[in-house]
């Protein structure tokens, strides 16, 4: 992690004043920019964690700082030790403890063991620009404090980011959610993970969400989730584009001399709209370029030279291929629609599946058409296995859509998150 002090910018910054204000210090506006406010809450920060109080977050700060951001301590247990009081300590609970440690005898401690203790803050933040570094993260703090959770990567991006995915459940029907195939969407990304969040969560506790049984949805299903499809351009709209590139200056090129990416890619890192390089009617898509002014790798609609020749999209569909899906969801932004067909080739439950997402949702259910309906996710799995597919479109506005949407965009979407696993 970079030297933080007085003037520094970036999502970093976003990430540590989210923290800082989740463990009780006030760092102002949770906007990126280290200013005065943050630098005073970063002191005290310093001051109460016996540190050189100097408001610049470097080595030794960041050592201190980063199991809070993980959301987990490692403890060596100490004579005199119990769960309870460790519990007590952290400001966490034994249930939380005894969950992260399975193969620990909570009433056997043994001096020296080594544990981990959740701390009672959550992990994933919904007030910040989400990268590809913060959702790295929080993958690796969920798994520790839910072991349940199966981790796994499905492939990596053009610029070899690992495209990881999470399932819950262990029971024989098998969904898939996605998010991020579009840079800009990055916002369908934090909605996946506190999902994951929130359902891990419920079955530790043994409590339902909106009324489904979430241990009931564990043994039924599986559901697959891969939160971001496009790590590579969702850091080029979040962080910018850095020197080091290697596609640096064609990607100058192909956004038209810009260097501002953060309202107009769309893309990957190779300029292909991955929502646009599976093959269903490619061709298609490919054919209908010239009507967008579309003549090669740039921002949007450029569906590459082939169908699924960019990694992301070819270990989408691969990873599809591997199982037996038996419903996937889309998660695009922005405009509160459900789509739902693709050539008149999804069978006749799925539309009564998505009336059901309509109605728990508040979006309005419609079918795409022109280009728009060429060579998604969603398009080629109803095409090659006549199944119910969706592409989800959260929230209103214009892309990318403010983290100020996301508690509305979450709470249109959980249900439907939970209804499509039993449906």
């Known amino acids: 992690m970079r030297v933080l002090r007085l003037g520094t910018k970036g999502t970093d910054v976003m990430e540590i004043q989210a923290l ?10 949770i906007d990126g920019i280290f200013g005065p406010q943050t630098q005073q809450a970063v002191m005290q920060f310093q001051r109460d964690n016996g540190l050189t109080p100097d408001g610049i977050i470097g080595p030794n700060t960041y050592r201190v700082l980063e199991p809070l951001l993980l959301g987990y301590a490692t403890y060596e247990i100490r004579p005199g030790d119990t769960m ?15 969950t992260a440690n399975p193969t620990v005898n909570p009433y056997n401690l043994q001096i020296g063991q080594q544990i981990l203790i959740p701390y009672g803050i959550d992990v994933v933040d919904t007030n910040i620009d989400y990268t590809y570094e913060i959702m790295e993260r929080d993958i690796q703090g969920l798994k520790a404090r839910y072991p349940f959770l199966e981790v796994g990567i499905a492939g990596k991006s053009v610029l070899g980011k690992n495209l990881y995915y999470i399932r819950l459940g262990n029971g024989p029907n098998q969904v898939f959610y996605n998010g991020a195939h579009h840079a800009l969407e990055w916002i369908t990304s934090p909605l996946l993970m506190k999902f994951i969040e929130n359902f ?6 043994e409590r339902n969400i909106r009324g489904y049984d979430v241990r009931d949805i564990w043994d039924q299903s599986s559901i697959y989730i891969m939160p971001m499809v496009n790590p590579d351009g969702v850091d080029l709209v979040l962080n910018g584009l850095q020197r080091g590139n290697p596609f640096y200056e064609d990607l100058i090129r192909w956004n038209r001399g810009s260097l501002d990416f953060s309202e107009v890619w769309q893309a990957n890192i190779r300029g292909v709209d991955l929502n646009h390089n599976y093959d269903a009617l490619w061709q298609l898509s490919k054919e209908a370029e010239p009507l967008y002014g579309v003549y090669g790798p740039g921002p949007t609609r450029y569906s590459g030279p082939y169908p ?15 199982r037996n899906f038996r419903l996937v969801l889309a998660y695009h932004s922005q405009g509160e629609v459900i789509y739902w067909n693709f050539q008149n080739l999804a069978p006749p439950v799925a539309r009564t599946i998505g009336e059901l997402f309509s109605r728990v949702s508040g979006y309005t259910l419609d079918e795409a058409y022109g280009i728009a309906s060429y060579a998604g996710y969603k398009d080629w799995f109803i095409q090659e296995y006549r ?20 508690d509305q965009i979450y709470n249109d979407n959980e249900e439907l998150l939970l209804l499509a696993a039993v449906v």
Request: proline fraction near 9%.
């Open 308 to 322: 699924e020749s960019e990694p992301e999209s070819r270990a989408v569909a691969d990873f599809t291929r591997r």
């Open 387 to 406: 199944r119910p597919g969706y592409t989800i479109e959260v929230g209103s506005g214009r892309n990318p859509l403010p983290i100020e949407q996301f």
């Open 84 to 98: 309870y009081n460790l519990a007590r300590r952290y400001y966490s609970s034994v249930l939380k403890i005894v």
């Open 20 to 29: 800082l204000r989740k463990i009780g210090y006030d760092p102002g506006p």
């Open 200 to 205: 891990a969560k419920a079955y530790m506790e």
